[in-house]
């Protein structure tokens, strides 16, 4: 990822957040091997080291993966696509943490991830949802306006609903064995629901539904998914 979209989208320390549902699906890894591609500056990457896993990383960005490297990531710098078709270790689980929408050829890329697979390794993939209700209602009003970051971020080139993230899954012959979303970050907006500890109650609530009507109020999808 460059620079600029390292710096628009930090680590997510929401319990609710993506990176925080993926160290969570993720777990202990007790040495295990897992690739972050796409893993940008390495926080992430980090996180997930901290908790056990022996963690390579991809990224294009020299200096996002050299500042990845100096946090003690071992990196391979370089496309995605470059980087799996000439690898040959393999690996337990690899994590696509708000990168497919980015890629010229997502499928291609996921298919090639899944060659990279060790036995019962799994990939956990985190992803917009184009379907969610403040676009939706966008649309209603005949706008689709580009933002720097966000479900309309100006530098993806894909957009997922639910049903078209499974299509996508089922074509490189994955299977979705969980399937998270995550709230719309609405305390970002409004700061003070986490700061107000009463008002911290909103967002469980926004968490809440996010789960329960994926397809109209998850922000993001948190797939698991395990080869065949």
């Given at each position: 990822?460059?620079?600029?979209?390292?710096?628009?989208?930090?680590?997510?320390?929401?319990r609710h957040s993506s990176h925080s549902q993926i160290l969570t699906v993720?777990?202990?890894?007790?040495?295990?091997?897992?690739?972050?591609?796409?893993?940008?500056?390495?926080?992430?990457?980090?996180?997930?080291?901290?908790?056990?896993?022996?963690?390579?990383?991809?990224?294009?960005?020299?200096?996002?993966?050299?500042?990845?490297?100096?946090?003690?990531?071992?990196?391979?710098?370089?496309?995605?696509?470059?980087?799996?078709?000439?690898?040959?270790?393999?690996?337990?689980?690899?994590?696509?943490?708000?990168?497919?929408?980015?890629?010229?050829?997502?499928?291609?890329?996921?298919?090639?991830?899944?060659?990279?697979?060790?036995?019962?390794?799994?990939?956990?993939?985190?992803?917009?949802?184009?379907?969610?209700?403040?676009?939706?209602?966008?649309?209603?009003?005949?706008?689709?306006?580009?933002?720097?970051?966000?479900?309309?971020d100006r530098t993806h080139l894909h957009f997922y609903t639910k049903r078209?993230?499974?299509?996508?899954?089922?074509?490189?012959?994955?299977?979705?064995?969980?399937?998270?979303?995550?709230?719309?970050?609405?305390?970002?907006?409004?700061?003070?629901?986490?700061?107000?500890?009463?008002?911290?109650?909103?967002?469980?609530?926004?968490?809440?539904?996010?789960?329960?009507?994926?397809?109209?109020?998850?922000?993001?999808?948190?797939?698991?998914?395990?080869?065949?």
């Amino acid at each position: 990822m460059s620079n600029s979209i390292a710096e628009r989208y930090p680590v997510k320390s929401d319990r609710h957040s993506s990176h925080s549902q993926i160290l969570t699906v993720c777990g202990d890894g007790n040495g295990q091997q897992l690739l972050d591609v796409g893993c940008a500056r390495g926080h992430l990457s980090t996180a997930l080291q901290n908790q056990g896993w022996k963690v390579t990383g991809i990224e294009y960005d020299p200096q996002d993966a050299q500042a990845a490297q100096e946090a003690g990531i071992s990196m391979i710098v370089g496309t995605a696509e470059s980087a799996l078709s000439n690898m040959t270790d393999t690996f337990d689980v690899i994590v696509f943490a708000d990168v497919l929408e980015h890629f010229v050829a997502p499928l291609e890329v996921l298919t090639l991830a899944k060659n990279r697979l060790n036995p019962g390794g799994r990939i956990v993939i985190s992803i917009p949802n184009v379907a969610h209700l403040t676009v939706r209602l966008q649309l209603l009003l005949g706008s689709f306006n580009y933002t720097d970051r966000g479900i309309l971020d100006r530098t993806h080139l894909h957009f997922y609903t639910k049903r078209s993230l499974r299509e996508m899954i089922a074509q490189a012959n994955l299977e979705i064995v969980h399937l998270g979303a995550t709230p719309a970050p609405i305390e970002e907006v409004l700061p003070v629901l986490r700061k107000v500890k009463p008002l911290r109650a909103i967002l469980e609530f926004n968490a809440f539904t996010a789960r329960a009507w994926k397809s109209l109020l998850a922000y993001q999808y948190i797939a698991v998914t395990k080869g065949p």
